[in-house]
C-alpha cells in the first residue's frame, strides 16, 4: 500500500504559490535582480530543493511572477468590476478604488511597488516590455468602453480613459502619500470630473 502514496514535494507545507508571492515581494522591495533562488529559500527557510519541486529555473518564477502580477492587477480587477450590477458610472467608480486598493493577497503593496518594479525591469527586457505593453492597453480599452457605456464619444472616451490610467500610474510611479480617507475622497472628485459633461 505504501507504494501507491502519492509522491510528497519537500517542505510541503509550502506550495508553489508561496514561493511566487515571496518573489513578488522581493521584486518590490528589490528589484528583479534581487529575485534570486539561493537568498529566496534562506528568506523562506526553506530549502533549494523545495524550489525545484515548484520550477525549472529563475526564468520559471520570473514567468510566474509576472503571470501573477497580470492576473492580480488586471485581469482579476476586470473580473471584480464585471460581477458587479451597477450603471456604467457606478462601475466606473468601482474601478476606480479597486486599481488604487490594497490586494488582499499582497497587503501593504498598493503603492505600487510591485508595477514599478516591473517596470523598470522592461527596460532591460523586450519580454516583459511587450507584456507591460499589453497590460498597459487592455487596461485602458477596458477602462474606455466604460466611458462609452457612460455617453461619451470615442474620441472623449478615450481621452477621459487616458486620463483616469496615467493619473493611476503616475501617482504610482511618484508615490503620493496619503491615508485612506483622503484617497478615497479624491477618488470620488476624480471621478466626479472625468464624468461631467463639458458641453454642459
Do not use: C
Amino acid at each position: 500500500m505504501e507504494k501507491n502514496k502519492k509522491k510528497k514535494s519537500p517542505d510541503a507545507k509550502l506550495g508553489r504559490q508561496d514561493w511566487i508571492n515571496a518573489g513578488l515581494m522581493v521584486l518590490a522591495e528589490g528589484g528583479v535582480e534581487a529575485v534570486r533562488i539561493e537568498p529566496l529559500a534562506k528568506r523562506m527557510n526553506m530549502t533549494k530543493g523545495s524550489f525545484y519541486w515548484h520550477f525549472k529555473n529563475r526564468n520559471d518564477l520570473l514567468d510566474a511572477i509576472l503571470a501573477e502580477w497580470v492576473e492580480l492587477d488586471t485581469n482579476g480587477i476586470i473580473k471584480q468590476v464585471d460581477q458587479i450590477d451597477a450603471d456604467p458610472k457606478t462601475t466606473l467608480l468601482y474601478l476606480l478604488e479597486l486599481a488604487y486598493a490594497d490586494n488582499e493577497f499582497m497587503p501593504g503593496l498598493a503603492d505600487g511597488r510591485i508595477e514599478n518594479a516591473i517596470r523598470a525591469w522592461a527596460k532591460t527586457d523586450q519580454k516583459v516590455a511587450e507584456l507591460i505593453a499589453q497590460v498597459d492597453q487592455k487596461r485602458l480599452n477596458y477602462t474606455k468602453a466604460l466611458f462609452l457605456k457612460i455617453g461619451f464619444s470615442e474620441a472623449e472616451a478615450l481621452v477621459r480613459a487616458r486620463l483616469a490610467y496615467y493619473s493611476l500610474v503616475g501617482e504610482l510611479t511618484i508615490g503620493v502619500p496619503t491615508n485612506q480617507a483622503h484617497r478615497s475622497a479624491e477618488i470620488r472628485m476624480q471621478h466626479a470630473i472625468l464624468t461631467s459633461n463639458i458641453n454642459g
